[in-house]
Protein backbone atom coordinates (compact mmCIF):
# COMPACT_ATOMS: atom_id res chain seq x y z
CA UNK A 1 0.00 0.00 0.00
CA UNK A 2 1.19 3.65 -0.59
CA UNK A 3 3.65 5.61 2.28
CA UNK A 4 3.44 8.70 3.92
CA UNK A 5 2.82 11.83 0.85
CA UNK A 6 4.49 14.88 1.88
CA UNK A 7 4.19 17.90 -0.63
CA UNK A 8 5.37 19.67 -1.30
CA UNK A 9 8.79 18.41 -1.14
CA UNK A 10 11.53 21.46 -1.60
CA UNK A 11 9.86 25.11 -0.81
CA UNK A 12 11.59 28.34 -0.10
CA UNK A 13 9.74 31.33 1.32
CA UNK A 14 10.86 34.62 2.50
CA UNK A 15 10.20 36.21 5.98
CA UNK A 16 6.89 37.23 7.00
CA UNK A 17 4.94 34.90 4.53
CA UNK A 18 3.06 31.61 5.42
CA UNK A 19 3.51 28.37 4.20
CA UNK A 20 0.84 25.15 4.02
CA UNK A 21 2.19 21.86 4.14
CA UNK A 22 0.07 18.75 3.61
CA UNK A 23 0.10 15.12 4.60
CA UNK A 24 -1.30 12.04 3.03
CA UNK A 25 -1.41 9.44 5.73
CA UNK A 26 -1.53 5.45 4.88
CA UNK A 27 -4.78 4.15 4.17
CA UNK A 28 -6.59 3.59 7.30
CA UNK A 29 -4.90 5.55 9.45
CA UNK A 30 -5.94 7.94 11.48
CA UNK A 31 -3.76 9.39 13.55
CA UNK A 32 -0.85 12.36 12.13
CA UNK A 33 1.68 13.28 13.95
CA UNK A 34 3.88 16.65 12.51
CA UNK A 35 7.72 16.89 13.53
CA UNK A 36 10.38 19.46 13.31
CA UNK A 37 13.69 18.34 12.39
CA UNK A 38 17.15 21.08 12.63
CA UNK A 39 20.84 19.32 12.84
CA UNK A 40 21.01 21.19 16.59
CA UNK A 41 17.07 20.04 18.25
CA UNK A 42 16.35 17.08 16.29
CA UNK A 43 12.81 15.93 16.04
CA UNK A 44 10.36 17.91 17.72
CA UNK A 45 7.04 17.30 18.18
CA UNK A 46 4.69 20.02 16.96
CA UNK A 47 1.11 18.32 17.02
CA UNK A 48 -0.59 15.35 16.68
CA UNK A 49 -4.37 14.97 15.05
CA UNK A 50 -6.58 11.84 15.64
CA UNK A 51 -10.28 11.53 14.48
CA UNK A 52 -10.23 15.25 12.90
CA UNK A 53 -9.05 16.30 16.21
CA UNK A 54 -5.96 17.88 17.86
CA UNK A 55 -4.74 15.73 20.73
CA UNK A 56 -1.72 17.08 22.06
CA UNK A 57 0.28 20.21 20.77
CA UNK A 58 4.19 20.41 21.36
CA UNK A 59 5.99 23.99 22.95
CA UNK A 60 5.82 26.18 19.55
CA UNK A 61 4.23 29.18 18.86
CA UNK A 62 0.63 29.98 17.90
CA UNK A 63 2.83 30.62 14.59
CA UNK A 64 2.20 27.00 13.89
CA UNK A 65 -0.89 25.53 13.11
CA UNK A 66 -2.98 22.32 11.94
CA UNK A 67 -5.93 20.20 11.32
CA UNK A 68 -6.68 17.00 9.90
CA UNK A 69 -9.66 16.29 7.75
CA UNK A 70 -12.54 13.32 7.52
CA UNK A 71 -10.23 11.52 5.22
CA UNK A 72 -7.39 12.10 7.63
CA UNK A 73 -5.78 14.09 5.48
CA UNK A 74 -3.46 16.67 7.37
CA UNK A 75 -2.11 19.94 6.81
CA UNK A 76 -0.25 22.28 8.95
CA UNK A 77 0.68 26.32 8.73
CA UNK A 78 3.07 28.34 9.29
CA UNK A 79 2.77 32.14 9.88
CA UNK A 80 4.36 35.17 9.40
CA UNK A 81 7.86 33.04 8.78
CA UNK A 82 10.97 33.45 10.48
CA UNK A 83 14.47 32.23 9.58
CA UNK A 84 14.41 29.73 12.71
CA UNK A 85 11.89 27.84 10.98
CA UNK A 86 13.82 26.56 8.17
CA UNK A 87 13.47 23.27 9.13
CA UNK A 88 12.48 19.53 7.70
CA UNK A 89 8.86 18.95 8.77
CA UNK A 90 7.66 15.34 8.78
CA UNK A 91 4.82 14.06 9.20
CA UNK A 92 3.76 10.40 10.35
CA UNK A 93 0.60 8.38 10.80
CA UNK A 94 0.23 5.25 12.91
CA UNK A 95 -2.90 3.00 13.38
CA UNK A 96 -2.91 4.48 17.41
CA UNK A 97 -2.75 7.34 18.90
CA UNK A 98 0.78 8.68 18.68
CA UNK A 99 0.86 9.24 22.89
CA UNK A 100 0.42 5.29 23.83
CA UNK A 101 3.84 4.74 21.79
CA UNK A 102 2.25 0.73 21.47
CA UNK A 103 2.57 1.60 17.70
CA UNK A 104 4.78 2.20 14.59
CA UNK A 105 5.17 5.72 13.44
CA UNK A 106 5.44 5.88 9.53
CA UNK A 107 7.13 9.19 8.28
CA UNK A 108 6.53 10.43 5.38
CA UNK A 109 9.68 11.99 2.96
CA UNK A 110 9.53 15.47 4.77
CA UNK A 111 9.17 18.81 3.40
CA UNK A 112 12.30 20.88 3.59
CA UNK A 113 11.40 24.56 4.01
CA UNK A 114 13.96 27.06 4.22
CA UNK A 115 12.93 30.95 4.69
CA UNK A 116 15.46 33.51 3.52
CA UNK B 1 14.13 17.85 33.88
CA UNK B 2 13.15 15.09 31.55
CA UNK B 3 15.76 13.92 28.83
CA UNK B 4 16.30 11.68 26.37
CA UNK B 5 20.04 11.12 25.59
CA UNK B 6 21.82 9.71 22.63
CA UNK B 7 25.68 10.03 22.16
CA UNK B 8 26.09 12.98 19.89
CA UNK B 9 29.22 12.43 18.04
CA UNK B 10 28.99 9.45 15.40
CA UNK B 11 30.36 6.12 15.95
CA UNK B 12 32.66 4.96 13.40
CA UNK B 13 33.26 0.78 13.40
CA UNK B 14 34.18 -1.64 11.18
CA UNK B 15 32.55 -4.21 8.56
CA UNK B 16 31.84 -6.87 10.25
CA UNK B 17 31.75 -5.92 14.11
CA UNK B 18 28.97 -5.08 16.16
CA UNK B 19 27.89 -1.59 16.84
CA UNK B 20 26.57 -0.26 20.13
CA UNK B 21 24.39 2.73 20.60
CA UNK B 22 23.07 3.92 23.80
CA UNK B 23 19.82 5.77 24.54
CA UNK B 24 19.84 6.78 28.03
CA UNK B 25 16.70 8.92 29.94
CA UNK B 26 16.43 10.87 32.81
CA UNK B 27 12.56 11.49 34.86
CA UNK B 28 10.23 9.35 32.32
CA UNK B 29 8.58 5.88 32.87
CA UNK B 30 7.80 4.63 29.48
CA UNK B 31 6.28 1.25 28.99
CA UNK B 32 7.43 1.23 25.41
CA UNK B 33 10.85 2.09 23.56
CA UNK B 34 11.11 2.27 20.29
CA UNK B 35 13.95 2.48 17.81
CA UNK B 36 14.50 4.20 14.02
CA UNK B 37 16.58 4.26 11.78
CA UNK B 38 17.26 7.64 9.47
CA UNK B 39 18.98 8.34 6.35
CA UNK B 40 20.54 11.50 5.34
CA UNK B 41 17.25 13.76 3.47
CA UNK B 42 14.56 10.74 4.46
CA UNK B 43 12.28 10.19 7.26
CA UNK B 44 13.18 7.92 10.00
CA UNK B 45 11.93 4.13 9.61
CA UNK B 46 10.74 1.85 12.83
CA UNK B 47 13.11 -1.01 13.13
CA UNK B 48 11.89 -1.96 16.54
CA UNK B 49 9.93 -1.70 19.85
CA UNK B 50 10.44 -3.38 23.26
CA UNK B 51 7.93 -3.37 26.00
CA UNK B 52 9.23 -2.68 29.69
CA UNK B 53 8.56 -5.93 30.55
CA UNK B 54 11.05 -7.06 27.61
CA UNK B 55 14.59 -7.05 28.73
CA UNK B 56 15.58 -8.06 24.96
CA UNK B 57 14.10 -7.94 21.54
CA UNK B 58 15.95 -9.33 18.40
CA UNK B 59 15.26 -8.88 15.01
CA UNK B 60 17.58 -10.49 12.24
CA UNK B 61 20.91 -8.59 12.75
CA UNK B 62 19.43 -6.20 15.51
CA UNK B 63 18.86 -6.55 18.97
CA UNK B 64 17.60 -4.13 21.68
CA UNK B 65 17.58 -4.23 25.16
CA UNK B 66 15.61 -2.30 27.77
CA UNK B 67 16.68 -1.70 31.35
CA UNK B 68 14.72 0.33 33.22
CA UNK B 69 16.52 0.39 36.70
CA UNK B 70 19.25 1.75 34.83
CA UNK B 71 17.43 3.97 32.51
CA UNK B 72 18.37 2.70 29.13
CA UNK B 73 18.00 0.89 26.01
CA UNK B 74 20.89 -0.31 23.84
CA UNK B 75 20.69 -0.89 20.31
CA UNK B 76 23.19 -3.44 18.62
CA UNK B 77 23.98 -4.33 15.10
CA UNK B 78 25.94 -7.43 14.75
CA UNK B 79 27.87 -8.46 11.51
CA UNK B 80 27.48 -4.78 10.65
CA UNK B 81 27.79 -3.93 7.00
CA UNK B 82 28.15 -0.51 4.86
CA UNK B 83 24.47 -0.28 4.67
CA UNK B 84 23.97 -0.36 8.16
CA UNK B 85 25.61 3.76 8.05
CA UNK B 86 22.08 5.84 8.96
CA UNK B 87 21.46 7.69 12.22
CA UNK B 88 19.16 5.95 14.82
CA UNK B 89 16.93 7.32 17.32
CA UNK B 90 15.35 5.91 20.18
CA UNK B 91 12.08 7.07 20.92
CA UNK B 92 9.56 7.13 24.12
CA UNK B 93 6.04 8.33 25.30
CA UNK B 94 6.41 11.18 27.23
CA UNK B 95 3.46 13.50 28.37
CA UNK B 96 1.45 11.87 25.91
CA UNK B 97 3.72 12.05 22.73
CA UNK B 98 6.23 10.25 21.39
CA UNK B 99 9.60 11.87 22.29
CA UNK B 100 12.76 11.26 19.85
CA UNK B 101 16.70 11.67 20.90
CA UNK B 102 18.54 13.45 18.77
CA UNK B 103 20.28 10.03 17.32
CA UNK B 104 23.39 8.68 16.60
CA UNK B 105 25.47 8.76 13.61
CA UNK B 106 26.74 5.21 12.87
CA UNK B 107 29.76 5.17 10.16
CA UNK B 108 30.68 1.78 8.94
CA UNK B 109 33.59 1.36 6.99
CA UNK B 110 35.05 -1.49 4.44
Known amino acids: KAGVTQTPRYLIKTRGQQVTLSCSPI?????VSWYQQTPGQGLQFLFEYFSETQRNKGNFPGRFSGRQFSNSRSEMNVSTLELGDSALYLC???????????????FGEGSRLTVL | SQKIEQNSEALNIQEGKTATLTCNYTNYSPAYLQWYRQDPGRGPVFLLLIRENEKEKRKERLKVTFDTTLKQSLFHITASQPADSATYLC?????????FGTGTRLQVFP
Open chain 1, 27 to 31: SGHRS
Open chain 1, 92 to 106: ASSLSPNSRGTGELF
Open chain 2, 91 to 99: ALVGTDKLI
